[in-house]
């Protein structure tokens, strides 16, 4: 089995994820609601904004964090939305663990292994 057969594998196995099944149904819920799609465009777009202006420089005001974090609020209120970033959260931690035995594999450090002690 080619190295591009297994990583056709791996993607399989994760579109059969449990997270993945979740994701998907949460992003269907999120579609047919147009509060809650709403809440998260204009959370998603105010941090895009603040980002690029981060990226060009420019610092964020203590008006600018208290306007982001109403914003989330907001769109957090909305239990479809909510359930929506968890799902997203739980995917991406597979995605991130999946990663990071890939990332194993190639280097044979585990990630668990804690350079520097502590």
């Given at each position: ?11 399989r ?31 998603q ?23 982001l ?13 909510r ?12 995605v ?9 594999g190639?280097?044979?450090i585990?990630?668990?292994h804690?350079c520097?002690?502590?």
């Amino acid at each position: 089995m080619s190295i591009y057969d297994q990583a056709l594998d791996l993607g399989r196995g994760i579109a059969r994820s449990e997270e993945y099944g979740m994701l998907q149904k949460s992003e269907q819920a999120i579609s047919a609601e147009p509060n809650a799609s709403k809440a998260i465009s204009e959370f998603q777009n105010l941090q895009q904004s603040y980002y690029r202006m981060r990226m060009q420089g420019q610092d964020l005001t203590e008006e600018h964090m208290k306007m982001l974090k109403e914003v989330e609020e907001k769109a957090m209120a909305n239990g479809l939305v909510r359930e929506y970033y968890e799902a997203r959260t739980h995917f991406h931690e597979i995605v991130d663990r999946v990663n990071a035995k890939i990332q194993e594999g190639i280097t044979g450090i585990s990630p668990d292994h804690n350079c520097g002690g502590g």
